[in-house]
């Protein structure tokens, strides 16, 4: 059953919001059910819910940045950003000021999509000083482990943790995901081949979890690195305080989707897009692909936040252990482009990444650079009235 969300546009928003995003309500149970399901993988123990919030005042840390991707925060506060066509890791302080190279990331492979990708700070970075990287590259995709010199004017590549993701112009995935297990999830594309999704062989339109050494945990649904499977762009993973996996996956035509992850699930593409459809796991919520084109998500404050590209906006979704707690709300819609990134601060607020400055035609939801472009953006999160 589908519930159509009555949306509400936040006091900045200069375009009126559609209103066909929607939430999507599971109905009961049958043999074909497309219901989802809680996270199967290991999680803390469960937390009460925080208090709705909202958006508070904004502000600009950084500017100038070219084509950035990834964000990642390092324990001084400072942030690690990837520039998804240079292979440029940038570092940006705290407090913001003018991004400082810090190094270039060897091998990695321009396309219309791909490039240096996401990026996840070890738990142990004061003392191994690594950070994790989904870099596009040839002949296939890879995640690699990089070593960040101590005065943060280098980058060595120490190891490849995976590799074997097979590459394309487009569809890559990319993001990384440090989860509360203490694995690396991270997403991928299906490389523009619809029938990867669906392929088990592969490790293309999946989502993949590996422990730190690049090693299969044990408890994965098969002996393989491979999570979930069924995925056509998987840009986006967070998880909320019980553990849930949230992933936001790019649709094709239709609808874009959130999901809850599940161990072993199977999300339907290519043969259901959105709940079009009659097989694989119902997303929990859902966008025409205008107003969406998803990319980063992270959960904060009770709600999973979304970075839109093509709907220039930054969607709230309020959930509920892993079901929707409310209706999907977008924020600062086309204030500043395109959003590819949205992570939360030591200090609670939001920083986003804009990406106005990479390259994307006008038929794919590309924009002109503005003035300053790209930026990372600081927003306080408050109590919602």
Same mark, same amino acid.
């Given at each position: 059953?589908?519930?159509?969300?009555? =949306?509400? $546009?936040?006091?900045?928003?200069?375009?009126?919001?559609?209103?066909?995003?929607?939430?999507?309500?599971?109905?009961?149970?049958?043999? *074909?059910?497309?219901?989802?399901?809680?996270?199967?993988?290991?999680?803390?123990?469960?937390?009460?819910?925080?208090?709705?919030?909202?958006?508070?005042?904004? !502000?600009? @840390? $950084?500017?100038?940045?070219?084509?950035?991707?990834?964000?990642? %925060?390092?324990?001084?506060?400072?942030?690690?950003?990837?520039?998804?066509?240079?292979?440029?890791?940038?570092?940006? +302080?705290?407090?913001?000021?003018?991004?400082?190279?810090?190094?270039?990331?060897?091998?990695?492979?321009?396309?219309?999509?791909?490039?240096?990708?996401?990026?996840?700070?070890?738990?142990?970075?004061?003392?191994?000083?690594? &950070?994790? $990287?989904?870099?596009?590259?040839? +002949?296939?995709?890879?995640?690699?482990? @990089?070593?960040?010199?101590?005065? %943060?004017?280098?980058?060595?590549?120490?190891?490849?943790?995976?590799?074997?993701?097979?590459?394309?112009?487009?569809?890559?995935?990319?993001?990384?995901?440090?989860?509360?297990? #203490?694995?690396?999830?991270?997403?991928?594309?299906?490389?523009?081949? +619809?029938? *990867?999704?669906?392929?088990?062989?592969?490790?293309? #339109?999946?989502?993949?979890?590996?422990?730190?050494?690049?090693? =299969?945990?044990?408890?994965?649904?098969?002996?393989?690195?491979?999570?979930? &499977?069924?995925?056509? *762009?998987?840009?986006?993973?967070?998880?909320?305080?019980?553990?849930?996996?949230? /992933?936001?996956?790019?649709?094709?035509?239709?609808?874009?989707?959130?999901?809850?992850?599940?161990?072993?699930?199977?999300?339907?593409?290519?043969?259901?897009?959105?709940?079009?459809?009659?097989?694989?796991?119902?997303?929990?919520?859902? %966008?025409?692909?205008?107003?969406?084109? +998803?990319?980063?998500?992270?959960? $904060?404050?009770?709600?999973?936040?979304?970075?839109?590209?093509?709907?220039?906006?930054?969607?709230?979704?309020? &959930?509920?252990?892993?079901?929707?707690?409310? !209706?999907? =709300?977008?924020?600062?819609?086309?204030?500043?482009?395109?959003?590819?990134? &949205?992570?939360?601060?030591?200090?609670?607020?939001?920083? @986003?990444?804009?990406? *106005?400055?990479?390259?994307?035609? /006008?038929? %794919? #939801?590309?924009?002109?650079?503005?003035?300053?472009?790209?930026?990372?953006?600081?927003?306080? @999160?408050?109590?919602?009235?």
């Amino acid at each position: 059953m589908l519930v159509m969300a009555t =949306v509400t $546009a936040c006091s900045d928003a200069s375009s009126d919001p559609s209103e066909s995003a929607r939430s999507v309500q599971p109905s009961a149970t049958t043999s *074909n059910s497309r219901e989802p399901a809680p996270s199967s993988a290991p999680s803390p123990p469960s937390s009460t819910t925080p208090a709705q919030l909202t958006l508070g005042r904004h !502000s600009e @840390l $950084a500017t100038g940045l070219d084509a950035p991707w990834g964000l990642t %925060f390092l324990p001084d506060g400072s942030a690690l950003v990837s520039e998804r066509l240079t292979g440029r890791i940038m570092r940006v +302080p705290r407090t913001g000021g003018d991004p400082e190279l810090v190094g270039l990331v060897p091998d990695v492979a321009q396309s219309a999509e791909g490039g240096l990708l996401g990026l996840a700070t070890s738990p142990t970075f004061e003392s191994d000083r690594t &950070v994790f $990287a989904y870099v596009s590259a040839l +002949p296939t995709n890879r995640v690699v482990a @990089l070593e960040i010199a101590e005065d %943060f004017d280098a980058v060595t590549q120490t190891d490849v943790l995976l590799d074997g993701i097979a590459t394309s112009d487009r569809h890559h995935g990319g993001r990384l995901r440090i989860g509360p297990d #203490g694995h690396l999830w991270i997403t991928t594309g299906d490389a523009f081949e +619809p029938s *990867n999704a669906a392929d088990r062989d592969t490790l293309n #339109g999946k989502i993949l979890r590996i422990a730190l050494d690049g090693s =299969v945990p044990e408890d994965n649904p098969s002996s393989s690195a491979i999570y979930s &499977v069924g995925h056509r *762009n998987v840009q986006g993973i967070t998880f909320g305080p019980d553990g849930t996996a949230f /992933a936001s996956e790019l649709g094709d035509s239709q609808w874009d989707e959130v999901n809850v992850i599940t161990g072993d699930a199977d999300y339907g593409w290519p043969t259901s897009e959105g709940s079009e459809g009659d097989f694989g796991q119902d997303p929990i919520f859902e %966008f025409p692909t205008e107003d969406a084109s +998803p990319s980063g998500i992270a959960y $904060a404050g009770g709600s999973v936040w979304m970075a839109a590209l093509r709907g220039q906006r930054l969607w709230q979704l309020p &959930v509920a252990g892993d079901q929707p707690a409310g !209706s999907p =709300v977008p924020h600062m819609i086309e204030r500043y482009g395109r959003i590819r990134t &949205v992570e939360v601060a030591p200090d609670g607020s939001l920083w @986003l990444i804009t990406s *106005n400055t990479d390259g994307v035609s /006008a038929a %794919f #939801g590309g924009l002109p650079p503005r003035s300053g472009d790209d930026r990372i953006l600081r927003v306080e @999160l408050v109590p919602a009235e």
